[in-house]
């Protein structure tokens, strides 16, 4: 059974700082492409940043510079590392694992907020 685990989420002050971590369990994490979607309230999910089997990376315009996403292949793990988040950060953030199909964990709220 595959289960993608995210944790790391809440609240925090504009400017500040979170990291997003995503355990995943039941798949041969080290061949797979990993990413960070999120979902605000009204809005469409949008891919935030992706990280393929080889270590490549790719970001949306608004997270990059301040956004950081990694893998431990040896912990079956991928991580997003926020840095000087913004209100329009907030969301519900999955993770997902593709290779021939997509699988989502249940998704972590960070909510920027003064």
């Known amino acids: 059974q595959v289960q993608l685990v995210e944790s790391g989420g809440g609240l925090v002050q504009p400017g500040g700082s979170l990291r997003l971590s995503c355990a995943a369990s039941g798949i041969s994490f080290n061949i797979y492409s990993m990413a960070w979607y999120r979902q605000a309230p009204g809005k469409q999910r949008e891919l935030v940043a992706a990280?393929?089997?080889?270590?490549?990376?790719n970001y949306v315009d608004s997270v990059k510079g301040r956004f950081t996403i990694s893998r431990d292949n040896a912990k079956d793990t991928v991580y997003l590392q926020m840095n000087s988040l913004k209100p329009e950060d907030t969301a519900v953030y999955y993770c997902?694992?593709?290779?021939?199909?997509?699988?989502w964990g249940q998704g972590t709220q960070v909510t920027v907020s003064s």
């Open positions: 990280i393929t089997a080889g270590g490549r990376t």
């Open positions: 997902n694992g593709r290779l021939v199909s997509d699988y």
